[in-house]
């Protein structure tokens, strides 16, 4: 097999396009794709040319690509692989090769088709007027020292949203960020490290040192949230509202005002586990969540303020009858007065929040779909603003974390 020497680093563009994304299943933090990915690193001429043949050749110095059937048996590759793919995928790689007229440099170009689950962490604090970002990573078997995935500086990513499948759930944005960041070795030793030991090998890196590369494209969608802010943000409220209209039974039937906001409360709870049916076992509240439990508070202390009031009749009345404009009637108006300024004020700060952060941040992804095509009609025209970059471009490091069976 034709390899570059080992202490040789190879730099590897990517570029992944989103041919077709399919079903977004929130419940389970998954969702289908078809996906085309090219990767492209740059190889020897005298070593490459001996390997085809003279037509080739030919074809190739004219600016040509040719194909190259097999390559993978003989010739070095980078070995990338899908890093967030759920079982299998359908996979379809083929190779071909072309002369850059820039830098006169020959690239090896892994043209890879793949179709399947991949696995995304959902984000749903602001649901349901939430945006999620669908990904797909991209690695290498090889160390970083050997192998570093870059996003194509010459051929950007993108995502075909006339075949999105999900529209009546989901809007697709047109934009698509790419991060790349470095995973850790895990932490353990093979037999293979030991019996290297043993006979007085030397390792090139130690292991806490070891680090894969990994190129992320993530392309966005937003949540369609008119049908929950109808039949979940809508009926809490309306159930929340009915509340305060047992504040219009006498308070000589003070008792029945107990009987409606338990009721209330019961079905306002009910009606909590059936929404939280939709989404996934999550370790936070979701703004659905938050708005509900903040509804039922209310419900509570209303039936803790019929239970006071009922108390204070029972101990300053003997026949459980108050009068018309008796202290304890305007007591009543006054705690109905709080309550339900308190319940306005709520959802003042409600709505507030909601403009300011999840739909503030579905404008930043509108402007940077705005900025996305201006920079391809710049491109298109030959008038390629300098200032303008890919969008999202990002270094980190993380820990890779390792369970053993």
């Not at 570029?15 to 389970?28: A, M």
């Not at 006339?162 to 353990?188: C, G, N, P």
């Not at 709870?269 to 708005?291: A, G, K, Q």
């Not at 404009?325 to 006054?334: A, C, I, T």
Request: with cysteine; net charge neutral.
């Amino acid at each position: 097999m034709i390899s570059p020497s080992s202490d040789k680093l190879t730099v590897v563009h990517v570029r992944l396009v989103f041919l077709r994304i399919g079903e977004i299943d929130t419940l389970n933090e998954r969702y289908q794709a078809h996906a085309s990915i090219e990767s492209r690193w740059t190889v020897s001429h005298d070593k490459f040319l001996s390997t085809i043949t003279a037509t080739e050749q030919e074809r190739l110095i004219k600016g040509k690509s040719i194909s190259l059937d097999k390559y993978e048996q003989s010739h070095w590759h980078p070995q990338l692989y899908i890093e967030n793919a759920l079982g299998d995928l359908k996979e379809q790689i083929k190779y071909s090769a072309k002369i850059n007229t820039k830098d006169q440099k020959i690239y090896i170009c892994e043209h890879r088709i793949i179709k399947g689950l991949f696995w995304e962490k959902l984000e749903l604090q602001h649901f349901p007027s939430d945006v999620q970002d669908l990904s797909i990573s991209v690695t290498s078997t090889y160390f970083h020292n050997r192998v570093v995935l870059i996003a194509d500086p010459h051929r950007q990513s993108g995502v075909n949203r006339e075949a999105f499948v999900d529209q009546q759930e989901w809007s697709l944005y047109e934009h698509t960020d790419t991060e790349e960041r470095y995973i850790k070795e895990f932490l353990f030793r093979t037999d293979y490290d030991v019996e290297d030991e043993d006979e007085g090998g030397t390792h090139s890196m130690n292991t806490e040192d070891r680090k894969r590369c990994v190129l992320t494209v993530t392309c966005h969608v937003a949540r369609q949230s008119q049908y929950f802010f109808w039949n979940g943000f809508c009926l809490i409220l309306l159930i929340t509202l009915v509340s305060f209209c047992a504040f219009g039974l006498p308070l000589q039937y003070v008792v029945n005002r107990l009987q409606v906001s338990c009721t209330l409360l019961l079905t306002s709870i009910s009606f909590r586990w059936t929404v939280n049916r939709s989404l996934p076992t999550i370790s936070y509240l979701t703004s659905l969540d938050r708005y509900g439990i903040l509804c039922i508070f209310n419900l509570i202390l209303h039936s803790m303020w019929h239970s006071i009031i009922s108390v204070i009749i029972y101990e300053q009345t003997s026949d459980f009858r108050v009068p018309k404009n008796s202290w304890m009637v305007y007591l009543d108006r006054g705690a109905f007065a709080v309550f339900f300024s308190a319940f306005v004020i709520l959802h003042i700060m409600m709505i507030t929040w909601l403009f300011r952060v999840p739909l503030k941040h579905r404008q930043e992804m509108k402007d940077k779909d705005y900025r996305h095509r201006a920079g391809i009609v710049g491109k298109l025209n030959g008038n390629v603003n300098p200032s303008f970059s890919p969008i999202g471009h990002d270094t980190t490091v993380y820990d890779q974390k390792s369970t053993i069976i």
